[in-house]
C-alpha cells in the first residue's frame, strides 16, 4: 500500500507518522511519500518521521520529494494537509478582520474566506494531477476550510473525503470523563464543519444509552471550560457545541479579546521554529511533547482510520466525516457537505441519520451552508462582487459596509494568491 501526504513538510506530520507507525497493523503501509514544496523543511521532518519508523520496527518505507507528479504516482490514497501562504497568510486571516470589528479567524469569517479562496484553486489542481496518475486514488482532506474544500473536490468528481479532528478529540475527552474505551463512545455530531453540536453521547453504538445528560451534570464545569463557554449555556442548550461556536455566540467579547494578544499564528509560528530545530536533532527518535500544543490531537488516529476504512484494511465502520448531505439534513440541498457520522468503505462515506434538529441549530446550519455556496462560487470563478456576497452572507459579518471594507481588505492581502486579482 502507497500513501502520499502533500504537505508533508507540516510540522504537524510527525503526529501522523507516530499514528500510521502505531497502527501498522490497522494501516499497512508499505511505502509513505511525503510530497512538499519546501525542501529545508521536507528534509528535517523526513528525517525524524525516518526514525520514529525505525525505533518503532515500521518496515514502510519513507519518500522525501518536492515533485507533485512523482510524489502521489500510483498512490492508493493522497492526504492534504496543506497551508497556502503559510502562517504568515494566516496570520493576515486572524488580524486585519479585527480592523472592522469582525472575527479574526482563519476557518470561519472574513479570514475563512480567505483561506477558502487561496486553498481551492490549489486542492482542485492536486486532485486533478491525481485523477491523472491514478484515478482510483482517495484523497482524503484536512485542508481548511475543510467543507468548502471538500465540497470543491466532489463536485469536480473526485473520490473525496473530508476529515476533522473535532470528533475525535471530543470522543477521546469524553470517554476520559466516563471511564470507558473510545471505542465506546458515539457521538450525536451533526452540523458542518466547525460549526457542529453533540446532540448525544451514546455507549456502546448508535443505538445505545445517551449518557450525555450525566456528563453535563456530572462534569459541566470541565467541558464548559474546555469550550471557552459559560457553563449556564452549555446547561441550557443542553447539547455541547464545538468550541467553533464561541466565535458566534459570543463574537463582541471574542474580537475585544482577539485584540489585546499577539495572533493564533505568530504563536505557532514561533512554536514550528522550535520545533523543526527539534526535528533537526538526529537524536530524537519520536514525536516531542511540544508538538501536542501545535494542534491536531487525535489527527492520526482519524486518518488512519479513515484511510483503512476507505482502503479495505480494517478501520472502524462508522466515523465522522465530511461528505456529501444526500438528504441527511433534510432542510439543504443534497450536495451540501455535512459532518456527521457515517459508514465508511470502499465505496466511500454514507451519511446515518440524524435526529431533528432544533431550529436554533438548523438555522445557523442553513446561514452558513448559503455562505459556503456563495464562498466556493468566488474561489472557482473569482470577481469581487462574488466575494462581497459571500462576505454579506456570512452571519457573523451580514452588514453591507463591513462587507464593502472587508472586501477590499481580503483582496489587498491576498492578491498574490488571487489569480483574478
Given at each position: 500500500m502507497k500513501l502520499a501526504v502533500v504537505g508533508g513538510g507540516s510540522t504537524?506530520?510527525?503526529?501522523?507518522?507516530?499514528?500510521?507507525?502505531?497502527?501498522?497493523?490497522?494501516?499497512?503501509?508499505e511505502e509513505l511519500v511525503l510530497v512538499d514544496p519546501a525542501a529545508d523543511?521536507?528534509?528535517?521532518?523526513?528525517?525524524?518521521?525516518?526514525?520514529i519508523f525505525a525505533k518503532q520496527g515500521h518496515p514502510g518505507r519513507i519518500?522525501?520529494?518536492?515533485?507533485?507528479?512523482?510524489?502521489?504516482?500510483?498512490?492508493?490514497?493522497?492526504?492534504?494537509q496543506l497551508r497556502v501562504g503559510g502562517q504568515a497568510a494566516r496570520n493576515q486571516d486572524e488580524t486585519w478582520p479585527l480592523e472592522c470589528g469582525c472575527i479574526g479567524q482563519e476557518t470561519t469569517g472574513a479570514g475563512g474566506?480567505?483561506?477558502?479562496?487561496?486553498?481551492?484553486?490549489?486542492?482542485?489542481?492536486?486532485?486533478?494531477?491525481?485523477?491523472?496518475?491514478?484515478p482510483n486514488a482517495w484523497i482524503i482532506d484536512f485542508t481548511n476550510?475543510?467543507?468548502?474544500v471538500t465540497r470543491a473536490l466532489l463536485q469536480a468528481g473526485h473520490k473525496a473525503v473530508g476529515l476533522c479532528n473535532v470528533a475525535i478529540g471530543f470522543q477521546r475527552k469524553f470517554a476520559r470523563l466516563l471511564d470507558v474505551t473510545p471505542g465506546e463512545v458515539h457521538l450525536d455530531h451533526v452540523g458542518l464543519n466547525h460549526l457542529t453540536w453533540e446532540l448525544g453521547v451514546?455507549?456502546?453504538?448508535?443505538?445505545?444509552?445517551?449518557?450525555?445528560?450525566?456528563?453535563?451534570?456530572?462534569?459541566?464545569?470541565?467541558?464548559?471550560?474546555d469550550l471557552r463557554m459559560p457553563r449556564a449555556i452549555v446547561d441550557r442548550l443542553g447539547v455541547v457545541p464545538s468550541y467553533y461556536l464561541r466565535y458566534f455566540y459570543a463574537h463582541d467579547g471574542v474580537v475585544r479579546e482577539l485584540g489585546t494578544k499577539p495572533s493564533r499564528a505568530a504563536e505557532v509560528a514561533a512554536m514550528e521554529r522550535e520545533l523543526l530545530a527539534m526535528y533537526g536533532d538526529p537524536a530524537l527518535d519520536e514525536k516531542p511533547a511540544l508538538l501536542a500544543k501545535r494542534g491536531g490531537a487525535f489527527y492520526s488516529e482519524a486518518a488512519v482510520d479513515l484511510a483503512s476504512s476507505l482502503l479495505g484494511s480494517g478501520g472502524t465502520p462508522v466515523q465522522v466525516v465530511n461528505t456529501y448531505n444526500r438528504g441527511t439534513l433534510p432542510f439543504l440541498p443534497d450536495d451540501a457537505v455535512i459532518e456527521v457520522q457515517a459508514r465508511v468503505d470502499g465505496t466511500g462515506a454514507t451519511p446515518l441519520a440524524v435526529p431533528e434538529l432544533d431550529p436554533l441549530y438548523a438555522g445557523l446550519i442553513a446561514n452558513v451552508t448559503a455562505y459556503e455556496d456563495l464562498a466556493?462560487?468566488?474561489?472557482?470563478?473569482?470577481?469581487?462582487?462574488?466575494?462581497?456576497?459571500?462576505?454579506?452572507?456570512h452571519p457573523l459579518i451580514g452588514q453591507f459596509e463591513y462587507a464593502e471594507a472587508l472586501t477590499d481588505k481580503l483582496i489587498a492581502h491576498n492578491r498574490e494568491h488571487l489569480a483574478w486579482a
Open positions: 504537524y506530520t510527525p503526529e501522523l507518522i507516530d499514528g500510521f507507525s502505531r497502527l501498522r497493523d490497522t494501516l499497512p503501509i523543511r521536507l528534509e528535517l521532518v523526513g528525517g525524524l518521521a525516518r526514525r519518500v522525501t520529494t518536492s515533485d507533485l507528479d512523482a510524489g502521489v504516482a500510483d498512490a492508493d490514497a493522497v492526504l492534504l474566506l480567505a483561506k477558502a479562496l487561496r486553498t481551492v484553486p490549489v486542492v482542485l489542481d492536486i486532485a486533478e494531477r491525481v485523477r491523472r496518475t491514478n476550510p475543510v467543507g468548502i451514546r455507549l456502546g453504538g448508535p443505538d445505545g444509552e445517551n449518557v450525555l445528560p450525566k456528563l453535563l451534570a456530572e462534569h459541566g464545569d470541565t467541558i464548559a471550560d466556493l462560487e468566488a474561489a472557482l470563478r473569482g470577481g469581487r462582487d462574488r466575494v462581497f456576497k459571500a462576505l454579506l452572507a
